[in-house]
């Protein structure tokens, strides 16, 4: 899953200019919405049995958490080495 995501860069944690600190906050954004497009992408054809629980609580119906069960193979297929 990750071979598409090349190399990593080094943390930056100050810029010469406000456009360099932009342009690299830009790529970055958009990058994570490539790499978490691209899994979706993968992670897709894969049939999964999964359970919603409200995070609410019962009543609540806005936001839930995804509980699935992982097989052997799933992990075996997707997980990091």
Known sequence: MNACWGDVFNPEFSFR???GML???TQSQVQDFFRMN???MELAPSPLLAFFMPKGGPRSSE?????IHRTDAFVARFEKP
């Open 38 to 40: 691209q899994s979706t």
């Open 63 to 67: 936001t839930f958490y995804a509980v």
């Open 23 to 25: 342009a690299c906050l």
């Open 17 to 19: 200019s406000n456009n």
